[in-house]
């Protein structure tokens, strides 16, 4: 999955915010926007590769090779 940049689309950000946190549909959207921002920043910043629903329903993040190679050696 190392390949992923981004498969979690805003639309089903939103759908799981409303599973998940009991919104209504505008509520979830404005959130989904936030977290879409702040994932998009996050590779921007080159802190993640991409992010991507697991089998379970759960938002993973895939961190970069900076990142895992700098948890590795603290």
């Known amino acids: 999955m190392a390949n992923v940049s981004q498969s979690a689309s805003l639309d089903s950000i939103a759908a799981y915010l409303k599973l998940v946190g009991n919104y209504d549909e505008s509520t979830a959207m404005k959130e989904a926007k936030e977290v879409m ?38």
């Open 37 to 74: 921002h702040n994932l998009v920043t996050m590779r921007q910043r080159g802190f993640i590769t991409g992010w991507y629903f697991d089998e379970q329903g759960h938002l993973e993040l895939l961190p970069s090779d900076a990142v895992i190679h700098k948890l590795n050696n603290d």
